[in-house]
């Protein structure tokens, strides 16, 4: 496993990134200057089958429109708090209020700010705010991979990215859009050794999930490694900052309702969602094995599919050998998916560890890698079109 994030040697510079500039020195430009326009385009490609997708299902609808489609699950909760605050759960969900205190304040802040300033519905804030930062995830994720191996890969990465099974989030009212692209900015600044950028991404991170304090270790890591090179304590600026939103935010909870602990409370009682290192999925394999297991054939399916594609990511990542803090990241995430109690979230969550698409993008064969995208791809039409017709939390 590498250790080093200081800047490549020319040598390792991607040559598509390569310029020559007037004094007739080459230097690195790490610009998107002539693939801003393709990544985006590509990623918003994948959203127009989305899209489709919810306009074929609010059409087939007699009750529902494209954006209820869009607000449904976790959107529901994250705009009842973009309206009212941590007051009242959504329309048609009974029960005590605090349930919503199980959703970190970032995103619903963002598309209450968004609805303000453009008199846009909350609804069609949250969808824009997820697509914009999908976006802006896409091209920050093509830098990353570009910055860590070379033009080709990025555009292979950005593919992958694009028909993740679980990418239909960033379509929808979710906060996942918003936290990949504050996390590649943050492993960005760690490569460049940006330390207030990265600190401050990361606070925001955290403010918007909670699952971004994993990135206080890479943040640490590669802090303390730069102090001992450069002499210097500035780096450490970057991982006191790192936890800024989740401390804010449990502030907040303390003073709502005397205790910093409510969001593990609400995690555990009202949503049966808690940290108990594998112990709740390990029982439902075994359950399943037993055949004791009540669960449909999709769920199953897609838990296998989970398993498969976690294995095979971390053989791509063993032989890849990135830098530790992306390695920190990597396990970091994909541990909290797995070592939490909530299977049926698993796909998401390992969506986050989105870096881990580079080594598969450098690794597969052009065959390989047709096949894997249109499997992906398809994964994730069924996935948003089983996620858009079942129960859910109207908007």
């Known amino acids: 496993m590498s250790t080093d994030v200081t800047p490549l040697p020319r040598s390792a510079v991607p040559t598509a990134l390569v310029v020559d500039d007037d004094a007739g020195t080459r230097e690195l430009v790490p610009t998107l200057r002539s693939r801003a326009s393709w990544v985006a385009g590509v990623f918003l490609f994948s959203r127009v089958v989305t899209l489709a997708i919810a306009s074929a299902i609010a059409l087939t609808s007699k009750s529902q429109s494209l954006v209820d489609v869009l607000s449904r699950w976790d959107g529901g909760w994250y705009l009842a708090i973009a309206r009212t605050g941590y007051s009242t759960p959504p329309h048609g969900v009974s029960g005590a209020t605090t349930t919503s205190m199980a959703f970190f304040p970032g995103y619903p802040l963002a598309i209450r700010a968004l609805s303000f300033l453009t008199m846009l519905p909350p609804a069609v804030s949250g969808i824009v705010i997820s697509m914009a930062a999908g976006t802006g995830a896409a ?15 990025a555009d292979r990465t950005v593919i992958l990215f694009s028909v993740f ?10 906060a996942d859009g918003l936290f990949i692209m504050l996390a590649a900015i943050v492993l960005l600044a760690i490569l460049e050794e940006r330390w207030l950028v990265a600190g401050m991404a990361a606070g925001l991170a955290t403010f918007v999930r909670p699952n971004a304090i994993v990135l206080a270790a890479s943040l640490l890591w590669a802090a303390t490694r730069a102090a001992r090179r450069n002499h210097s304590w500035s780096p450490f600026v970057a991982p006191l900052l790192a936890p800024a939103g989740l401390v804010a935010y449990f502030a907040f909870l303390y003073f709502r309702t005397g205790s910093g602990l409510t969001f593990l409370r609400v995690q555990s009682r009202y949503w049966h969602q808690r940290f108990d290192f594998g112990i709740s999925n390990m029982h439902r394999v075994f359950d399943v094995i037993r055949g004791t297991a009540q669960v449909n054939g999709v769920y199953l399916i897609v838990l296998a599919l989970a398993v498969i594609g976690t294995i095979a990511g971390g053989y791509f990542v063993v032989r890849w050998r990135p830098p530790a803090p992306i390695v920190l990241y990597l396990v970091g995430i994909v541990a909290l998916a797995w070592l939490s109690s909530n299977t049926a ?28 995208v249109v499997s992906s791809a398809i994964c994730m039409v069924v996935l948003f079109a089983i996620v858009s017709v079942g129960n859910f939390l109207p908007a």
Do not use: Q
């Open 139 to 153: 091209i920050l994720l093509w830098l990353l991979a570009s910055r860590l191996e070379d033009a080709r890969t």
């Open 165 to 174: 099974p679980s990418s239909f989030v960033l379509s929808m009212v979710y």
């Open 345 to 372: 979230s698993v796909p998401r969550f390992l969506f986050g560890a989105f870096p881990v698409l580079i080594p598969v993008a450098k690794g597969l064969s052009r065959r390989l890698f047709v096949a894997v």
